[in-house]
């Protein structure tokens, strides 16, 4: 087995982690390679192209031509920092996610997360005044918020789960989550200000997703039936097999026949015998068939 042929079995039996590492490592692949080709080319507008296709803009009339947006910007990276820290928290706060709650759990709060981030940002830039001159250019990237998003959900919702942490020795998730919190979200909040606000919507969802949960409400269960829906147009069908019978020969037909008969003999056999009662079911069912034929 190839390079490729493993990395496509990994993310088909992976499970939803793996492919939502694999779609965000994937993204950042093409990115690079696109970056090289304007390199090539002397054309740096490629990539800013590229990136403005799938960054959500803070602008709502460039949102409203530019939709997809809202999901694609949480899949896409273009430092490599960015993204090996982001990468890092999905999949060790991942990992202990999926120890409590299922995977279609852990892709609708990485979703909505993402989401509600997105909400946050493009709002914020578009009532508070700080942002009036920056919000027709701002755009923003990144899968930070969802990744807050399950940092906190987890977080809240087994607080007192411990990790071994080097030089700290055992520390309380709730700890670790409310410090990654406060200095990549609060802390210099004028700088990357539209990311740390991303950060804010998808901790925001987190919390209110535990929340909700605990009082035996799913708000992402609407999310997960969109998803599936969406995923059954992209399915392939089943094709159907259709196999043919090769038509019997003449020995073979009337060696049918003369079985087929000779149980309708028994079975008359029977009736003279013990009577029509004394038929089981299989024998009535077949009776009944013979005689639908010959009328």
Do not use: C
């Not at 009532?127 to 990237?141: E, K, L």
């Not at 789960?161 to 410090?179: C, D, E, K, Q, S």
């Not at 059954?232 to 008969?261: C, G, I, W």
Request: glycine share 8%; charged share 20%; proline share 3%.
């Amino acid at each position: 087995m190839g390079p490729w042929d493993e990395i496509k079995n990994s993310f088909s039996k992976g499970g939803y982690l793996i492919r939502l590492l694999y779609i965000n490592i994937g993204v950042f692949l093409v990115l690079l390679i696109v970056s090289a080709i304007g390199f090539l080319m002397k054309n740096e507008v490629i990539m800013e192209k590229s990136i403005g296709i799938l960054a959500i803009p803070a602008s709502l009339k460039s949102l409203l031509i530019k939709p997809w947006t809202i999901i694609t910007y949480m899949f896409t990276h273009k430092d490599p920092l960015h993204i090996l820290f982001n990468m890092l928290w999905l999949y060790w706060f991942g990992k202990i996610f999926l120890e409590y709650l299922d995977q279609r759990k852990l892709v609708a709060v990485y979703l909505l997360g993402g989401i509600s981030g997105a909400v946050i940002y493009v709002l914020s830039f578009n009532v508070f005044p700080a942002f009036t001159d920056q919000t027709a250019s701002s755009v923003a990237i990144g899968a930070s918020a969802s990744v807050m998003a399950i940092v906190i959900a987890i977080a809240s919702y087994v607080p007192g789960y411990t990790v071994n942490l080097l030089l700290f020795g055992r520390i309380r998730i709730i700890y670790i989550a409310l410090t990654i919190f406060v200095l990549t979200s609060v802390m210099d909040f004028s700088v990357n200000s539209g990311g740390k606000l991303a950060h804010i919507g998808g901790a925001i969802f987190g919390y209110l997703y535990i929340v909700n949960m605990r009082k035996g409400r799913d708000i992402g269960r609407g999310f997960n039936r969109i998803i599936d829906s969406i995923a059954t147009l992209f399915r392939p069908r089943k094709k159907m097999k259709v196999s043919y019978r090769k038509p019997a020969d003449d020995r073979e037909y009337n060696k049918v026949k003369a079985e087929h008969q000779a149980r309708i003999n028994k079975i008359l056999d029977k009736i003279s015998k013990g009577g029509y009662e004394s038929l089981t079911k299989d024998e009535k069912d077949m009776l009944f068939r013979e005689s639908q034929k010959k009328n």
